[in-house]
């Protein structure tokens, strides 16, 4: 099966700093979303982006799916930003599965 | 954007028991619907894979037999833990793929405990 791998695992920032997370897949893949997992396990939705840029406010997230990895983005870090994120890959002939990468655990310092 | 609502939030059972939990998709149809599990501190790991009107695909070490999977119509399907046991105490969220556009949207999830 695909391995999907985040990095860093964890991370730890001040307020106002910016970072960068990396999702790394081992296959061809359709569709990538990156999520945001809350204290309360909700998950929030980031992006969709199976390739290309796209940018959110804080947030920007890029895709390039022909070296199988994808990054996201946060500039001007705020505690609120503090929780889980996941990427999630779409990988599979047919009726596709979503595959869920490692996380990484993100806590913003006031 | 699309809601996806799933019930119970949490649920606390004797061992042996059964528990059933609900997913829908409020706003859109979904052919295909996905549940995970997730463990503390871990990601989620994919259990299977529901598809309106057909069986579920089980992932490997995943027991159908246990976790009945039921996805009746294009806006709901349901988890079955039968016979739940302590160590099926978990985390289960379901989501749901919308067709037109190939996103997934996840429900709130359900905290199962086994005592």
């Known amino acids: 099966g695909i391995q999907v791998e985040q990095s860093p695992p964890d991370l730890i920032l001040q307020e106002g700093a910016n970072s960068t997370l990396r999702c790394n897949f081992s296959d061809s893949v359709n569709n990538l979303q990156w999520f945001h997992q809350n204290p309360w396990g909700q998950l929030i939705n980031l992006f969709y982006i199976p390739s290309g840029t796209k940018q959110n406010g804080r947030l920007s997230a890029t895709t390039v799916a022909t070296e199988r990895y994808s990054l996201l983005y946060i500039s001007s870090s705020q505690t609120t930003d503090s929780g889980v994120y996941f990427c999630?890959?779409?990988w599979g002939s047919g009726t596709y599965k979503y595959i869920f990468g490692t996380g990484t655990r993100l806590k913003v310092l006031a | 954007g699309a809601v996806v609502s799933q019930h119970p939030s949490r649920v606390i059972c004797k061992s042996g028991t059964s528990v059933k939990i609900e997913c829908r998709s409020l706003?859109?149809?979904?052919?295909?619907m996905f549940w995970y599990r997730q463990f503390p501190k871990q990601s989620l790991m994919l259990m299977a894979t529901s598809n309106e009107g057909s069986k579920a695909t089980y992932e490997q070490g995943v027991e159908k037999d246990k976790f009945l999977i039921n996805h009746a119509s294009l806006t709901l399907s349901t988890l079955t833990v039968t016979s739940a046991h302590p160590e099926d105490s978990s985390f289960y969220i379901c989501?749901?793929?919308?067709?037109?556009?190939?996103?997934?949207?996840f429900g709130s999830g359900t905290q199962l405990s086994v005592l």
């Open positions: 706003d859109f149809q979904a052919t295909t």
């Open positions: 999630a890959v779409a």
């Open positions: 989501s749901a793929r919308q067709t037109a556009l190939g996103k997934l949207f």
